[in-house]
């Protein structure tokens, strides 16, 4: 197979300035493969007080900019609908279009549900999921009307369930609804939106997670970031054959992740006393079908014209 490239097109990478990082690592990729690579991280967040250093946006910018790609950086954040706008204009004002946009910035922490803070939960629908909502938002318009464009979303393997994780796992699971939702919107514009489950050693694990933990240690000596990023950049080409996918990248392990939906049983009679009797029925996984982002046929609807909060 020819060298899979991205010459002339434009991505924007966001949380990218961290090293080590999976943003760093998608950008640097890209960037090798002649994408125009828009570098996004605010750099320092004051209340992230566990993360080792401070990221650079411009630091990464430069180091591609060495290596002789092309790259610019960017600070604001995702977590408004000013930022996103503002994250797209600087493609925009770069390099005149924006073709690939891979939401990557993140924050999480760990406590139970009764013990973090209702600001600490808010803020992790704000930064994970609310700004890629905003970025997804921001960059639309410029894609639908070039008829081209590929999203990655950051999901999480905690979206199906990890103790001490609630607002992460919340976050990364509704991202996981919002790129099944982008990909159905977007299969009549030549826009493809998937998503990625990763797993590596970064500035963020190590923000998590004790020093002495052997979950951080495995992952500092087993998952460099370098090595869940060709998934990523794979789903941002050309070529990508598929949307409203998850796939998981870790330590060079390559998988799909999807939904499915077991028979069950059909009785318009149901009652509980069925259910509870028909249980295993329900729960039977023979047969499951796999639920895709097209199985359901929206077109005769007929959904009232958005007018707006009433």
């Known amino acids: 197979m020819s060298e899979l490239r991205f010459d002339g097109r434009t ?28 570098v996004n991280d605010i750099g320092s967040d004051p209340e992230m007080k566990n993360y080792p250093g401070a990221a650079s946006a411009e ?5 591609i900019r060495a290596a002789g790609g092309k790259a610019v950086a960017d600070t604001h ?11 797209v ?4 004002d770069a390099f005149g279009r924006v073709d690939i946009l891979v939401n990557n910035a993140a924050i999480s922490i760990g406590a139970p549900i009764d013990v973090m803070t209702p600001h600490d939960f808010q803020r992790h629908i704000d930064v994970n999921l609310m ?28 979206m199906t369930g990890f103790a001490n994780q609630a607002a992460y796992a919340t976050s990364k699971g509704g991202l996981w609804s919002l790129t099944r939702a982008l990909a159905a919107e977007g299969a009549g514009h030549g826009i493809k939106v998937n998503a990625v489950s990763p797993g590596a050693f970064t500035r963020l694990v190590s923000s998590m997670l004790e ?26 080409h050309d070529s990508c054959p598929v949307t409203g996918e998850c ?42 079908a796999t639920i895709g982002t097209g199985d359901f046929d929206t077109s005769q609807w007929k959904i009232r014209p958005y007018a707006g909060a009433s």
Request: charged letters at 20%.
């Open 11 to 38: 991505a924007i990478v966001t949380g990218a300035g961290g090293n080590p990082s999976l943003g760093r690592a998608h950008a640097l990729l890209l960037a090798s493969r002649g994408a125009n690579v828009v």
């Open 59 to 63: 630091a990464v910018a430069e180091e």
């Open 77 to 87: 954040s995702v977590a408004t609908p000013e930022g996103g706008e503002a994250i």
């Open 89 to 92: 204009r600087t493609a925009l």
């Open 131 to 158: 700004g890629a909502v905003w970025t997804c938002r921001a960059a639309w318009p410029h894609m639908q009307a070039q008829g081209y464009g590929r999203i990655v979303n950051t999901t999480s393997s905690s």
């Open 211 to 236: 020093d002495d933990s052997p979950l951080l240690q495995h992952s500092r000596a087993n998952l460099p970031p370098e090595l869940s990023s060709p998934a990523v950049v794979f789903l941002c």
């Open 247 to 288: 796939i998981d990248s870790v330590g060079g392990e390559v998988q799909r992740t999807f939904i499915r939906r077991t028979p069950g049983f059909t009785d318009r009679a149901v009652t509980i006393e069925m259910v509870a009797q028909r249980w295993d029925e329900v729960m039977a996984e023979a047969d499951a």
